[in-house]
């Protein structure tokens, strides 16, 4: 029989996997746990998310929702009406609608610096909205790529998911990371086993883990493109190719949690230079996404305590830029990597085309729809399409 190994036991290496549970496979994961970005603790009475929250950043998440289905669990939800409020010079200001001029440019800064004041306060709070959406700061982003999120951004929304900001906040109840545990259930998975070299032996492929070799005829490699530099490939990837791999970020916001100890539905966001705030799905939770700045508390929790009632508890975070097996928050595309990230070969991006039809590639910035590139849905739609298209039986 055939012998597939998964690289990473997130939800793109995961549901792979689950896919493909009738077959000799088996999941390889750096860390202790599964899940991946996606890690659901309990924290002030509550469910923290500390990496994906919103099933629905996907769209409908169709796949999401099929796993869900079959795997017996229960999505919560919260609609919710936001409207951005910033803080500048010492003063509460709401973004309001612009209506939304063309501009031109490389990256979304060169754009929005045609379309707002750069020394205004109105110009920050909507670069923390974008770069809290889409990880990474407005000159890191092309201007090509993220000119929707720019056009929803200043005409009261923020991507082409969300296109306004009246929408509805979707998680598993019992947290996210239940849905890696129910896969993980199912398959065969290896935890603290990182790969540390892949080599081509005759038709199958040698794997190094700390303590482990195995030959396999298959890999699927699910693990974040930040980790490529750590990885001896031999050569089993062509160097061209690697590098480009190798030259995609992961953004650099994370969250610092706190809770509320009032819940209710909030109509505001709350943005200044350094962070934008979203609450958690069921709502007693607030979750401050810091744009690649360092949290400054006290000072933030006073001026958030100017709209939230803020609990006692020490505010929870973890920032996946530090962990060595992630390194960021989520792909972006920078200025320049536009082709890259879009020419197509077949049903996959040609920079993540298979080879030898024996290696594969997933993970959410695998993924072949945009629009929703680096999310939970971008990450099982790209593993489910591997499982489904690309591995011969
Ligand atoms: C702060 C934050 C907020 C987010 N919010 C949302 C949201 O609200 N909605 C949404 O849809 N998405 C959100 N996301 C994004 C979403 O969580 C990710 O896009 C998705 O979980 C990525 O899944 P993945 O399987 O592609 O990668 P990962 O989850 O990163 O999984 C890859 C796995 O590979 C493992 N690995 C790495 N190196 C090796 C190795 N050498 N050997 C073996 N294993 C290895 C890693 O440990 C990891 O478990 C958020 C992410 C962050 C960080």
Same mark, same amino acid.
């Not at 099933?55 to 009406?81: C, H, Y």
């Not at 056009?151 to 509805?168: D, M, Q, W, Y």
């Not at 598993?172 to 990371?177: D, E, H, K």
């Not at 791999?245 to 916001?253: A, M, P, R, V």
């Given at each position: 029989?055939?012998?597939?190994?998964?690289?990473?036991?997130?939800?793109?290496?995961?549901?792979?996997?689950?896919?493909?549970?009738e077959?000799?496979?088996?999941?390889?994961?750096?860390?202790?746990?599964?899940?991946?970005?996606?890690?659901?603790?309990?924290?002030?009475g509550?469910?923290?998310?500390?990496?994906?929250?919103?099933?629905?950043?996907?769209?409908? *998440?169709?796949?999401?929702?099929?796993?869900? !289905?079959?795997?017996?669990?229960?999505?919560?939800?919260?609609?919710?009406?936001?409207?951005?409020?910033?803080?500048?010079?010492?003063?509460?200001?709401?973004?309001? !609608?612009?209506?939304?001029?063309?501009? &031109?440019?490389?990256?979304?800064?060169?754009?929005?610096?045609?379309?707002?004041?750069?020394?205004?306060?109105?110009?920050?709070?909507?670069?923390?909205?974008?770069h809290?959406?889409?990880?990474?700061?407005?000159?890191?982003?092309?201007?090509e790529?993220?000119?929707?999120?720019?056009?929803?951004?200043?005409?009261?929304?923020?991507?082409?998911?969300?296109?306004?900001?009246?929408?509805?906040h979707?998680?598993?109840?019992?947290?996210?990371?239940?849905?890696?545990? !129910?896969?993980?259930e199912?398959?065969?998975?290896?935890?603290?086993?990182?790969?540390?070299?892949?080599?081509?032996?005759?038709?199958?492929?040698?794997?190094?883990?700390?303590?482990? &070799?195995?030959?396999?005829d298959?890999?699927?490699?699910?693990?974040p493109?930040?980790?490529?530099?750590?990885?001896?490939?031999?050569?089993?990837?062509?160097?061209?190719?690697?590098?480009e791999?190798?030259?995609?970020?992961?953004?650099?916001?994370f969250?610092?949690?706190?809770?509320?100890?009032?819940?209710?539905?909030?109509?505001?966001?709350?943005?200044?230079?350094?962070?934008?705030?979203?609450?958690?799905?069921?709502?007693?939770?607030?979750?401050?996404?810091? +744009?690649?700045?360092?949290?400054?508390?006290?000072?933030?929790?006073?001026?958030?305590?100017?709209?939230?009632?803020?609990?006692g508890?020490?505010?929870?975070?973890?920032?996946?830029?530090?962990?060595?097996?992630?390194?960021?928050?989520?792909? @972006?595309?920078?200025?320049?990597?536009?082709k890259m @990230?879009?020419?197509?070969?077949?049903? +996959?991006?040609?920079? @993540?085309?298979?080879?030898?039809? *024996?290696?594969?590639?997933?993970?959410?910035?695998?993924?072949?729809? @945009?629009?929703?590139?680096?999310?939970?849905?971008?990450?099982? +739609?790209?593993?489910?399409?591997?499982?489904?298209?690309?591995?011969?039986?």
């Open positions: 029989m055939t012998k597939i190994a998964v690289i990473g036991g997130g939800f793109a290496g995961l549901s792979a996997a689950y896919m493909l549970k077959r000799d496979i088996t999941v390889y994961e750096a860390r202790d746990c599964v899940g991946g970005r996606v890690q659901s603790v309990p924290y002030a509550h469910t923290a998310e500390l990496g994906g929250q919103n099933i629905s950043d996907g769209g409908s *998440s169709p796949n999401i929702f099929r796993l869900v !289905k079959e795997l017996n669990l229960e999505v919560e939800e919260r609609p919710a009406t936001i409207h951005i409020k910033y803080h500048h010079h010492d003063g509460w200001h709401t973004i309001p !609608k612009l209506a939304v001029k063309e501009a &031109k440019g490389a990256s979304v800064a060169d754009r929005l610096a045609q379309l707002l004041d750069p020394h205004t306060g109105e110009y920050e709070a909507v670069c923390r909205l974008i809290g959406w889409e990880g990474a700061s407005p000159d890191k982003l092309s201007g790529m993220y000119n929707d999120t720019l056009t929803h951004s200043l005409s009261g929304g923020i991507s082409s998911v969300h296109p306004e900001l009246s929408f509805t979707q998680s598993i109840v019992g947290g996210n990371q239940r849905l890696a545990h !129910k896969m993980a199912r398959v065969n998975v290896r935890l603290n086993s990182p790969l540390k070299r892949i080599e081509k032996q005759g038709t199958q492929y040698a794997l190094t883990f700390p303590n482990e &070799k195995t030959l396999f298959k890999v699927i490699f699910a693990m493109p930040t980790v490529y530099h750590d990885i001896d490939f031999c050569g089993t990837i062509e160097e061209g190719r690697l590098n791999i190798q030259s995609i970020e992961l953004g650099d916001n969250k610092v949690i706190v809770p509320l100890n009032s819940g209710g539905f909030e109509s505001f966001a709350i943005a200044n230079e350094r962070f934008v705030t979203f609450r958690s799905t069921e709502g007693s939770l607030l979750n401050i996404f810091y +744009c690649g700045k360092a949290p400054k508390f006290p000072d933030d929790l006073i001026l958030l305590s100017d709209h939230y009632d803020i609990g508890e020490k505010p929870l975070t973890y920032n996946f830029a530090d962990d060595p097996y992630i390194r960021g928050s989520y792909s @972006f595309v920078k200025p320049g990597q536009e @990230f879009t020419e197509l070969e077949g049903d +996959c991006k040609k920079l @993540f085309s298979p080879i030898d039809n *024996s290696l594969f590639f997933a993970g959410e910035h695998t993924c072949t729809n @945009f629009d929703i590139m680096g999310t939970m849905e971008a990450a099982i +739609c790209s593993g489910l399409s591997i499982a489904q298209k690309q591995i011969v039986w």
